[in-house]
């Protein structure tokens, strides 16, 4: 039979999900259910003087308004991301004192309906004493470097520096250097489906069941249990389909906790749904950065070392975006030998809504910065950029390559790659004399290039469940939660192979707690490296426990014994052979295997290249050609490869043209809804990208998978960047694209300043 791993499939999910036949969290159908809705604060920072419900109570179908006064069980907060040794604030799960964040809950109003609940929540009146706000970082820096405003200080919740290497040696008085200083906006995660939870008490457990729209059901399931003081085993978890999540539901959320805590209290069935803005203004945001960097080299534009500054915007509570940073730092590196680094960083509290990760998580960021500084060096050394990256990259016979970067006991390890081929690939795709001096149409057209190294996976003990029925049925636990990365698919496709049997009889569950002990969200390019190697690992004990019990029947040596599609038969004898299902017994097999690999991490390698033309009356920017060459290891399937090759794409392309979370310098948020946050379309990407791929082997893990969820995105704002500024250049050559994203603005205005 022909493999399974590797083979183009089309993914089961989803014949369901396009024709509606998708269960999403607020598609539970249950008796007797209430409806949550959360008055919020409209101001960025404020104090809590009083909240007046007195109105909202006596109004048609109002249950119960509760405020933080009467609802003890939250007063611990969330659990707060983060190094030991920065500031905390505490984020509250309801505010009761101070509120820091436009969209920040004061009070949750429970109803008979949606629209009763919304009613009432607008008849609460908060009395809020405005304080001063800080906007995000960008808004919040003044002058030439990344200083924080003298009013400001206060808010640095932690300064540290990476460092690696001889600095001070890199940095010599016949050292050639080129410096920039970069802003990248906050972006959201604005997934298609906004977030929505359904909570119900279980009258079979005496527990309770939720419903939501996560991409972490193990940590929503944590805080919940600890929240309602009960064990975890009685909280069950799901997220059965998700309509998207990028990074930013990768946290638990106050909502989280409260629906569940009303259904609990009320004992019956409560739930919230998110309108678009509401998602817009508290969901987990990304990138919000302000990086300054120098690079030195050798009069041979041979790399010595890089430093500068990083600020990080934390927003108004530490969440999981103070792991941004060191993402951001480690893929600073790219794919070139850095002999030395020396950076700053400062995570910085502003009165935005908490960071998160959203699609690279900080590895976008991160490349951008070297990529664009690579660009700035070769201008000073008078080389092609294409030409300095060819003599700084790391060959093929450095690997493994150990960058010096300072993360966990062994460090940095590239693990595989052939950089050097993939920037030729990426050139090929686009062919010879991309950048022509202009078009007929009076446009500039520009040229540019960035490469990249990905880490992907992270974790360990990644669980897997296979129970095999007597009837020939697989059924497949694992703890991954999905958004749409085709976990179904993926793995059935795995445990076909590995275990020898027929992929349509397997069935596979994720996002649900109630079947396997604990598993780590889905993020960081995971799902392929870890969860697929655990699923091989389960697949394998359960082939082997088969053939331990064929061998009776079949009279022959376990090692002579064979499973293939179902059947089992014996090598060099055609005609013994037998259905693996006549040895099974009949309550079936079951094995649980955890996947606890000695390295996590393996990466990914990428170049992409992209020729743009820039309207110099408009400032607007059209992708003429981009090409992706790509080494993601070994494939599983092909065709979800290219399509989150696609997609990741799409992504990169907002997060350098169109995508900007936009903040007042008080805080006050201006893009809550999609009327003023712009996401690419269809009539954006107008462009298909030109895929290649390069597979070299790794052995950070035994199956030689590599991650592929991000590979699309991470060097996109650098190349279009490069090609932008390399277009500007043939009108201004002192122009420097140091924004993301590239409005049309912007380009105006670099076309007409002299410097």
Not at 181 to 190: E, F, I, P, S
Not at 602 to 620: I, K, L, W, Y
Request: glycine share 10%; hydrophobic share 40%.
């Amino acid at each position: 039979m022909p493999p399974h791993i590797g083979r183009r499939t089309r993914r089961v999910e989803d014949e369901q999900l396009i024709t509606g036949g998708g269960r999403f969290a607020g598609d539970i159908k249950l008796d007797g259910l209430a409806h949550a809705v959360f008055c919020r604060s409209t101001l960025p920072h404020a104090r809590i003087r009083a909240i007046d419900r007195s109105a909202a109570v006596a109004m048609p179908g109002v249950i119960a308004v509760w405020t933080a006064d009467d609802l003890p069980e939250v007063v611990a907060g969330l659990t707060e991301s983060g190094p030991v040794d920065m500031e905390r604030r505490g984020r509250p799960i309801l505010n009761r004192d101070e509120v820091n964040y436009i969209g920040e809950a004061y009070a949750m109003v429970v109803a008979e309906t949606s629209y009763q609940a919304q009613d009432a929540a607008e008849q609460v009146s908060p009395e809020l004493d405005p304080l001063p706000g800080v906007g995000d970082v960008i808004t919040a820096t003044a002058g030439d470097a990344p200083t924080v405003h003298a009013d400001m200080k206060s808010n640095i919740a932690r300064s540290a520096s990476t460092t690696y290497g001889d600095v001070t040696a890199a940095f010599t008085p016949d050292s050639i250097t080129a410096k920039i200083r970069l802003t990248t906006a906050r972006v959201a995660g604005a997934a298609m489906e906004p977030r929505t939870v359904t909570a119900t008490p279980d009258t079979e457990t005496g527990g309770i069941k939720v419903w939501t729209s996560t991409q972490n059901v193990f940590a929503v399931r944590a805080a919940v249990a600890s929240t309602l003081a009960i064990d975890e085993a009685k909280v069950q978890v799901l997220a059965e389909d998700v309509g998207g999540g990028f990074g930013a539901k990768g946290s638990v959320f106050p909502e989280e906790v409260l629906t569940t805590l009303a259904a609990w209290r009320l004992k019956r069935p409560v739930r919230w749904v998110a309108s678009r803005s509401e998602d817009g203004a508290t969901t987990a945001q990304g990138h919000g950065s302000v990086i300054e960097l120098e690079l030195s080299s050798d009069t041979d534009g041979k790399l010595r070392g890089l430093r500068g500054k990083l600020m990080h915007d934390l927003g108004a509570y530490a969440g999981s975006g103070t792991g941004q940073p060191e993402i951001i730092l480690a893929h600073m590196i790219s794919a070139y030998v850095l002999p030395a680094m020396d950076v700053e960083h400062q995570l910085v509290y502003t009165n935005a809504v908490p960071g998160g990760f959203i699609r690279g998580g900080g590895r976008p960021l991160g490349n951008y910065a070297m990529e664009r500084i690579i660009d700035r060096l070769a201008r000073r050394l008078e080389l092609d950029p294409v030409e300095l990256r060819r003599r700084n990259l790391i060959q093929p016979e450095q690997i493994p390559y150990t960058t010096g970067f300072p993360a966990g006991r062994r460090g940095y390890v590239y693990d595989s790659g052939d950089y050097p081929r993939l920037l030729e690939l990426a050139l090929e795709q686009i062919g010879p004399d991309p950048a022509r001096d202009g078009q007929a149409d009076g446009r500039l057209v520009g040229f540019g290039v960035a490469c990249c190294v990905e880490s992907t996976g992270f974790g360990r003990g990644e669980p897997a469940k296979i129970h095999l029925a007597k009837d020939g049925s697989v059924h497949v636990y694992v703890g991954s939660t999905p958004q749409g990365q085709g976990h179904e698919t993926m793995v059935a496709l795995v445990i076909a192979e590995r275990l020898g049997w027929p992929f349509e009889k397997i069935r596979v569950t994720a996002g649900d707690t109630q079947h396997i002990p604990f598993a780590l969200l889905t993020a960081g390019s995971r799902s392929a490296v870890q969860v697929g190697n655990a699923a091989a690992q389960a697949a394998t004990a359960m082939r082997k426990k088969i053939l331990e019990r064929a061998g009776d029947v079949l009279e022959a040596d376990v090692q002579d014994l064979f499973l293939e599609e179902g059947v089992i038969g014996v090598r060099g004898t055609p005609a013994r052979k037998v259905a693996a299902t006549d040895v099974l017994p009949d309550e079936g097999l079951e094995v649980f295997e955890s996947f606890d690999p000695k390295r996590p991490l393996a990466f990914s390698s990428g170049c992409h290249a992209a020729v743009v033309a820039v309207d110099p009356e408009t400032g607007q920017v059209e992708v003429l050609k981009y090409a992706i060459a790509h080494d993601t290891g070994k494939p599983i399937n092909p065709l979800t490869l290219e399509g989150q090759l696609h997609g990741g794409f799409a992504h990169g392309l907002g997060y350098a043209l169109y995508e900007a979370a936009i903040y007042d310098t008080d805080g006050s948020y201006r893009t809550a809804s999609f009327l003023d946050y712009t996401i690419v379309t269809t009539g954006e990407v107008g462009v298909t990208p030109l895929l290649v791929s390069s597979e070299t082997p790794t052995d950070a893990n035994p199956e030689g998978f590599k991650g592929a969820g991000e590979s699309g995105t991470i060097p996109v704002p650098a190349a279009i960047s490069n090609a932008v500024e390399d277009a500007l250049r043939k009108r201004n050559p002192n122009a420097v694209v140091d924004r993301l994203p590239i409005t049309s603005d912007r380009i105006v205005e670099l076309l007409s300043s002299p410097n």
